[in-house]
Structure formats: C-alpha cells, structure tokens
C-alpha cells in the first residue's frame, strides 16, 4: 500500500523515498535490451534490504522509482 503507516517493535513510520537513476550520458538504452535486465538487477537489491518498490517507471535515460524503507 502507498499511504500505509508500518511498524516495528518500537516505532511507527512511513518513510517513502523519490529515487531516480541516470546514466552518466544518457543514452536511450533503458527500454531496449536493458530494462529486463535492470529491472531484475533492482528487484534483486530491494529484496536483500527489505526495501519495497512501491511504483517504478523506465523512462527512455532514465529510471523513476518510489520506495519505502524500513528507519534501521
């Protein structure tokens, strides 16, 4: 959910973090043979530091993510 408040043992929170990736030039790669791969590479990340992808878009250079991180 986007607008849920969590909790942990001692705390409530809602942290959401705007994130955007760019490559150094820009190039318009990211919806060709790259965005699987990326895609996966992100989802596989977020993963391991229970992070949650709330909303991701590839963009033609560049890559639009929100995401809520546990406060550790």
């Known amino acids: 959910m986007k607008n ?3 909790n ?3 705390s409530k929170y809602r942290c959401q973090y705007h994130i955007v990736f760019a490559p150094k030039y820009r190039r318009k790669v990211i919806y060709k043979e790259l965005r699987a791969d990326i895609g996966q590479i992100i989802r596989k990340l977020c993963e391991e530091k229970k992070v949650e ?3 991701a878009q590839a963009c033609p250079d560049h890559i639009h993510m929100l995401v809520s991180i ?3």
Do not use: V
């Open 4 to 6: 849920e408040i969590k």
């Open 8 to 10: 942990t043992a001692h």
């Open 53 to 55: 992808i709330l909303e």
């Open 70 to 72: 546990p406060p550790y």
